[in-house]
């Protein structure tokens, strides 16, 4: 009788992740020796888990990964990057950048690749971490003068009276100069222990992503489970930022535009350097 591999795979309760993962979730891919129990908590949760190493395969932050290269291993699919997008920074009114450094922002969590990229530009700012689903409510009712959100309220802070004071997708083309490279955000990870492991379980993910790209409506159907506050349409609109051509592979520009995120955060302070990615061939 063949070995059976018990995995945990953590992901965000979010649709784009819910999407990548229909497939694996509802037995539509071939999984072999492998079983995956899926742990679905928030992005700031599953990046302190990866720095403790108790999920074998975690949707991580680029800005955490960082921390854990010693543990992970980046596999070559299911990435979020946003091309010429990215999280935002709402407020009530217009607050110009160069006056938010003085405000106190709700942030999703001090190792998410937003909070990275907030910092690298505006510099040092007063955070105060929010579950990413409360911020948009409680910059709302003005419990915090600004806040920075991820995921679908991206599509859904201006239902709740807010406006955009920053758009870290743009500021990202606008500093870098290169409108071909994406905003890194998040990737997938797994632990480097799993030695020959590693590329057989990386296949079986990215099949999944394949089976939901090729069988959009019904993924759909499904991601709609973790659509907060969206209908079909504005889900469908939100997937397709965040599930993708990069998502599948992040190619040579995808690459490039982590290293040199990684780069910034090193020159500013933020993170350890990083000599080299290392991705599961």
């Not at 079909?232 to 599948?248: H, K, P, Q, R, S």
Request: net charge negative; hydrophobic share 45%.
């Amino acid at each position: 009788m063949a070995e059976t591999i018990d995995l945990t795979l953590g992901h965000s309760p979010d649709p784009d992740d819910a999407f990548m993962f229909y497939a694996l979730a509802r037995g539509k891919v071939e999984t072999g020796p492998y079983r995956f129990r899926h742990r679905l908590e928030d992005i700031q949760t599953l990046n302190e888990r990866a720095l403790r190493g108790e999920l074998d395969i975690t949707a991580i932050s680029i800005h955490a990964y960082a921390h854990v290269l010693d543990q992970y291993a980046l596999l070559p699919s299911g990435a979020s990057m946003g091309f010429g997008y990215g999280p935002l920074v709402v407020a009530r009114q217009m607050i110009p950048p160069a006056e938010l450094v003085s405000k106190t922002i709700a942030v999703p969590g001090t190792m998410t690749s937003a909070y990275l990229e907030l910092r690298l530009a505006l510099g040092e700012f007063a955070a105060v971490t929010v579950p990413f689903d409360e911020i948009i409510p409680r910059v709302a009712a003005g419990e915090f003068e600004a806040g920075l959100i991820i995921h679908e309220g991206q599509l859904t802070y201006r239902d709740r009276g807010l406006v955009s004071c920053l758009d870290l997708g743009r500021w990202w083309w606008e500093t870098t100069g290169r409108k071909d490279w994406p905003l890194p955000l998040g990737a997938n990870a797994i632990l480097k222990r799993h030695g020959r492991h590693m590329k057989p379980i990386s296949d079986i993910l990215t099949a999944s992503i394949q089976y939901g790209l090729a069988h959009r409506a019904e993924a759909l159907d499904y991601a709609l489970g973790w659509a907060r506050d969206m209908g079909t349409e504005l889900a469908d609109e939100f997937v397709g930022m965040y599930v993708n051509d990069w998502t599948l592979d992040y190619g040579p520009e995808g690459r490039a535009a982590i290293a040199e995120l990684l780069r910034r955060g090193h020159a500013a302070g933020i993170l350890p350097a990083v000599a080299a990615l290392e991705f599961v061939a």
